[in-house]
């Protein structure tokens, strides 16, 4: 009996290890397939993430093929290409993170559309600014063209010039002896068309009530003073309008000037200063004798003493009177 149950517990751990066994194979045997199953996901992603990343090394690479095809030998458009190559590798580099450090492999895609986008973009920038730079070379070939034309039209027109400024000196100085010559003439001409006047007379005269004008010795009776002379006969001067200007010249040795009665200034052409005058006269000469007369009414006093009267014409004095007021 007792051999009987020990056989029995013999078959019952046998029986016991048996399941044990079998539920640690079948444990092992699930965990391995899922092993499997991840590996195989992984070796996926893996290839993914290589065919990705190849796709990227293809972009890349065209892109940067694409912009040394670009360059020329213009220094400032080489520079901006080496700077869009080294924006462009930040991006690559960027998407490499993506790619393998972080597994966003749909972001990773999208960055390298991105990149081609971009690249393309550069390209078609570096293009316009190409075809900017030969149309300006072509301007700064047209401007040096014409810069050289200038250049030759100014070295003519700057010895055209010279000869010119030559001939004009040689004319200034032929013109200046001819003003001389023509002074001269004129101021001989002048002169001698000057009208001199003879028997200048000055009286102080008085209107009575009835409008009647006397003559009065007493300045203070004198109401205004009548200057008569006789012109000359004079055929060099020319018949028409000719200006007397009469200057008195009071006891004091002053000149009797309001500018609101006539006066004036002139300029003595045989001394070249200025002369005040009292009042002038026009007359119309016909070249002979005639008598002409200037009335000088300052509406102020007469002061007694001894007047002198100088008759003017074209800047010469003509004649000279004197008048005395008791």
Do not use: H
């Not at 810069?147 to 400024?165: G, H, S, Y």
């Not at 102080?204 to 200057?227: D, F, H, P, S």
């Amino acid at each position: 009996m007792t051999t009987t149950k020990s056989k029995q517990t013999t078959i019952a751990w046998l029986i016991t290890g048996m399941i044990i066994f079998a539920g640690l194979a079948g444990y092992l045997w699930f965990d391995r397939s899922q092993l499997a199953k991840a590996n195989v996901e992984q070796q996926e992603q893996i290839a993914e993430k290589e065919r990705v990343q190849a796709e990227l090394e293809i972009q890349y690479e065209e892109a940067m093929t694409n912009l040394d095809a670009m360059k020329t030998d213009n220094v400032q458009l080489n520079e901006l290409i080496e700077e869009q190559k080294l924006e462009l590798a930040d991006q690559k580099k960027k998407i490499s993170g993506l790619l393998w450090t972080q597994g966003k492999l749909k972001e990773a895609r999208e960055e390298i559309a991105n990149l081609t986008a971009l690249s393309e973009q550069y390209v078609a920038e570096i293009q316009t600014l190409k075809d900017e730079n030969v149309q300006l070379n072509a301007k700064n070939v047209k401007l040096e063209e014409d810069k050289t034309m200038l250049i030759d039209n100014l070295n003519v027109a700057k010895e055209d010039n010279e000869e010119l400024q030559v001939a004009q000196a040689k004319l200034m100085s032929e013109k200046e002896e001819l003003e001389e010559v023509k002074s001269e003439l004129e101021a001989k001409v002048n002169v001698a068309s000057v009208i001199n006047v003879e028997n200048v007379v000055a009286q102080g005269l008085k209107t009575k009530n009835n409008g009647k004008e006397v003559a009065r010795q007493y300045a203070k009776q004198v109401e205004k003073m009548r200057i008569c002379f006789d012109t000359e006969e004079n055929m060099v001067a020319e018949k028409g309008q000719e200006i007397f200007y009469v200057r008195i010249i009071d006891p004091q040795g002053e000149t009797m000037a309001i500018e609101s009665a006539g006066s004036g200034v002139l300029t003595n052409d045989a001394s070249g200063e200025d002369v005040r005058f009292s009042k002038k006269g026009v007359l119309n000469y016909e070249n002979k004798e005639v008598t002409a007369c200037v009335d000088w009414a300052p509406g102020t006093a007469f002061p007694k003493g001894n007047y002198e009267v100088e008759v003017y014409n074209k800047g010469y004095l003509a004649g000279k009177g004197a008048v005395q007021l008791k």
